[in-house]
């Protein structure tokens, strides 16, 4: 089946930092949707972008839709304690009746 | 406006029981889309059902599981006979449109443990 790869799986930050994460697919998307999940609940949504090209922000997040149409990236600038949570993107396929197809996530943790 | 919610949030069964997991979607929303999620790992689609009618049910397993959502009432997803590979987070979604546009919203999941 379709598979969309997450990449970084995990990583640390320190308060203050930026970081960025991104999602690759082989298949062409026409939604990209990222999510925040923490322990024991259902996955936040975050931003939706529809658009080739489009740049989304959500106060200190910022999403773009690649041009390509196949990879989406996600920067939280600032970061702060909690920010830490695991971080899905999901997209649509064009031919799909709506169901979401999601990476396997990108962990945040704070540093020791 | 209450969000999508999922009742029971844990669910405990032996082997061979039956689990039923119900989802009510928010205010205004006739989408509701099931997932599943295993630990360490993303959510994967079983099935998408609108008022009455299984839209799409290519993620769901061929045997045991089934799903409705009725004209009046919470979508259920249910699985017989459970086995331990059932033990997994369940996840409901519902979005008040469908297509390009289709921004879906989770519950709290219901978190279903097989013994």
């Known amino acids: 089946g379709q598979q969309l790869n997450q990449s970084p799986q995990s990583m640390f930050i320190q308060e203050g930092e930026d970081v960025s994460m991104n999602c690759t697919s082989s298949s062409i998307f026409n939604t990209w949707l990222w999510y925040k999940q923490d322990p024991g609940e259902g996955p936040v949504l975050l931003i939706a972008?529809?658009?080739?090209?489009e740049l989304t922000s959500n106060g200190r997040l910022t999403a773009q839709f690649g041009i390509t149409r196949k990879d989406s990236f996600l920067n939280i600038s600032a970061s702060i304690p909690s920010d830490v949570g695991i971080y899905f993107c999901a997209g649509q396929t064009r031919g799909s009746q709506g169901n979401l197809i999601f990476g396997k996530g990108t962990k945040l943790s704070v540093k020791p | 406006n209450a969000g999508v919610m999922q009742n029971p949030r844990h669910l405990v069964r032996r082997r061979g029981q039956e689990a039923r997991l119900r989802c009510s979607p928010m205010k205004g929303h006739s989408h509701v889309y099931w997932y599943r999620q295993l630990p360490e790992e993303g959510l994967k689609f079983m099935v998408y059902?609108?008022?009455?009618?299984?839209?799409?049910e290519s993620g769901m397993p061929k045997e045991r599981f089934s799903a409705e959502f009725p004209k009046e009432g919470p979508s259920i997803l249910r699985i017989q006979q459970v086995v331990r590979g059932d033990s997994a987070a369940y996840f409901c979604a519902s979005s008040p449109l469908t297509g390009r546009y289709n921004e879906q919203f989770f519950g709290p999941g219901t978190r279903l443990t097989v013994l």
């Open positions: 972008l529809y658009k080739a090209g």
């Open positions: 059902l609108q008022k009455e009618n299984i839209i799409d």
